[in-house]
T-cell receptor, first 113, second 115 residues
Framework: AQKVTQAQTEISVVEKEDVTLDCVYE???????LFWYKQPPSGELVFLIR??????QNEISGRYSWNFQKSTSSFNFTITASQVVDSAVYFC??????????FGKGTRLHILP | DAGVTQSPTHLIKTRGQQVTLRCSPK?????VSWYQQALGQGPQFIFQ???????QRGNFPDRFSGHQFPNYSSELNVNALLLGDSALYLC??????????????FGEGSRLTVL
């Protein structure tokens, strides 16, 4: 069965600090996709990134970076030089080819001014 | 370009009642998925509609049903409401061009409270 674990329920950091959100996944499939979504207080989930299981290259997008390691079944998300606007709940998610996405329980991130 | 729109945004029902939630997908999208998000939890997949048919279903009872219309909009119906059905119901749409597990665009959700 597929499973996504986000062990950090809540994190608080001071603005400009770097922060890493952890994600560990379980799947028996060899082909799968990993995602990160951001959920601000408005409730709408905002897509951040999708990675397929064959692409282990790390990705950087501005202040955001993602570290995908198949050997440890992890897909961690780092925000560099955090800002107050980064405060939100962040979800890691997993999908195989059946197009059904399984979400973790989320990590609530507080960026303190 | 309007994104995913959902209605109503908030509603309150009592146990045993029935509710219908509505979703209009992002322009150009033909696939609609519904998720239930209980307080403090991640979204859980309910079902997905494509070409007016239920294509996939999560682990939800038959009290949860849906429909997709020719214009790709969708409804989620929940019968015989239970207190545990209180949640944020999220609709997501996706494009036929992104293939499987494509990027989902979410609406802001309908918050249902069952008393």
């Amino acid at each position: 069965a597929q499973k996504v674990t986000q062990a950090q329920t809540e994190i608080s950091v001071v603005e400009k600090e770097d922060v890493t959100l952890d994600c560990v996944y379980e799947t028996r499939d060899t082909t799968y996709y990993l995602f990160w979504y951001k959920q601000p207080p408005s409730g709408e989930l905002v897509f951040l990134i999708r990675r397929n299981s064959f692409d282990e290259q790390n990705e950087i997008s501005g202040r955001y970076s993602w570290n995908f390691q198949k050997s440890t079944s992890s897909f961690n998300f780092t925000i560099t030089a955090s800002q107050v606007v980064d405060s939100a709940v962040y979800f890691c998610a997993l999908s195989d080819l059946d197009d059904k996405i399984i979400f973790g329980k989320g990590t609530r991130l507080h960026i303190l001014p | 370009d309007a994104g995913v729109t959902q209605s109503p945004t908030h509603l309150i029902k009592t146990r045993g009642q029935q509710v219908t939630l509505r979703c209009s997908p992002k322009s150009g999208h033909d696939t609609v998925s519904w998720y239930q998000q209980a307080l403090g939890q991640g979204p859980q997949f309910i079902f997905q509609y494509y070409e007016e048919e239920e294509r996939q279903r999560g682990n939800f009872p038959d009290r949860f049903s849906g429909h997709q219309f020719p214009n790709y909009s969708s409804e989620l119906n929940v019968n015989a409401l239970l207190l545990g059905d209180s949640a944020l119901y999220l609709c997501a749409s996706s494009s036929p061009w992104t293939g499987y597990a494509g990027e989902l665009f979410f609406g802001e959700g309908s918050r249902l409270t069952v008393l």
